[in-house]
C-alpha cells in the first residue's frame, strides 16, 4: 500500500500540467516572489490591463506598498486611479476593488468578471495555468469578442493585451474521439500580427502578471520567507552550540 501511495505521490509531482477540462499542455511559469522588480511591474500592469473589470478585494493597497518595497506616495500617484463612493480618490489603506458591480458585468460580458486574488491557487496548477492562458488567445470570429482561448475555450474576457501581444491563430489536429467522432481540437497557436513587444518581450509580460497574482493570492509568503531564513540560520547555531554542550555533559 506505501508502495502504491508512493508511485501515486510521485506522478503528481512529474507529470507535466494540462489546463482542466482541456488537454492543453502547460507551459511552467518560472515564478519568483523574491524578484522585486518583476512585482512591482505585474501591479503595474494589473492597474492598467485588468483592473477594469477585475479585483483583488483581499489584498490593500497599504499592504502591497509594504510588501513590494513602494513608498505610499509612489502607489497612491501611480496605481490608484479609482474614487470612492463619494467621488473622492481612493484612499491608500483601500481595498483594491474598481466600481464594476456583478450586475453590469453579467450584462457587458455575460458572466459577472471574477475576483482574482486566488486565481493561481483556486486553478490547478495555477501558476502555469495563467501564465500560459494569457499567452494562447486567438482569433475566433464565432465569439462574441472575436477572440478564444486555448486554456480557457469559450472565455467571455476579450483580449486585452492585444496590443502588446498582436493576433494569433490557433493550431488544429483532427483527434478521434472514444465513440468514434472525429473532431478537431487547438494543440498551439501561431501569431499572424505583430504587437507592439517581441514574444520574449510579451512573455516576461506574462511572467510579470503572474508573479504579481501569486503574490496577491498569498502575500504573507513574503514573510515567511524572509524569516524563514532567519530561523534556519538560528537552528544551525543551536544545533552547534547544542552538540558542544552536548560533548561537555
Not at 458585468?105 to 492562458?133: I, S
Request: proline share 5%.
Amino acid at each position: 500500500m506505501k508502495k502504491i501511495v508512493a508511485v501515486l505521490t510521485l506522478m503528481t509531482f512529474c507529470l507535466p500540467g494540462f489546463a482542466a477540462g482541456t488537454g492543453y499542455p502547460l507551459d511552467h511559469a518560472p515564478v519568483d516572489l523574491s524578484d522585486e522588480a518583476s512585482l512591482q511591474r505585474g501591479a503595474k500592469y494589473f492597474v492598467n490591463y485588468c483592473m477594469g473589470c477585475h479585483s483583488l478585494s483581499y489584498l490593500r493597497y497599504s499592504r502591497l506598498a509594504r510588501d513590494l518595497d513602494l513608498t505610499e506616495d509612489a502607489v497612491e500617484e501611480n496605481l490608484i486611479f479609482t474614487r470612492n463612493e463619494q467621488g473622492e480618490p481612493t484612499k491608500i489603506g483601500s481595498l483594491i476593488t474598481n466600481s464594476m458591480g456583478a450586475t453590469y458585468g453579467e450584462n457587458a460580458f455575460g458572466v459577472a468578471p471574477p475576483d482574482l486574488t486566488l486565481v493561481t491557487r483556486t486553478r490547478p496548477h495555477g501558476a502555469d495555468w495563467l501564465y500560459t492562458y494569457l499567452r494562447t488567445f486567438y482569433l475566433d470570429e464565432s465569439k462574441p469578442w472575436g477572440v478564444n482561448n486555448a486554456v480557457f475555450p469559450n472565455v467571455a474576457m476579450p483580449h486585452v493585451l492585444w496590443e502588446l501581444k498582436g493576433w494569433q491563430r490557433p493550431v488544429l489536429e483532427e483527434v478521434v474521439d472514444e465513440a468514434g467522432q472525429a473532431h478537431q481540437v487547438v494543440v498551439g497557436v501561431e501569431r499572424i500580427t505583430d504587437g507592439r513587444l517581441t514574444p520574449e518581450q510579451f512573455d516576461r509580460v506574462a511572467l510579470d502578471l503572474t508573479n504579481f497574482l501569486v503574490y496577491a493570492a498569498e502575500p504573507a509568503k513574503l514573510v515567511r520567507y524572509k524569516v524563514g531564513a532567519w530561523v534556519l540560520f538560528f537552528l544551525v547555531i543551536l544545533a552547534v552550540v547544542s552538540y558542544f554542550l552536548k560533548k561537555e555533559y
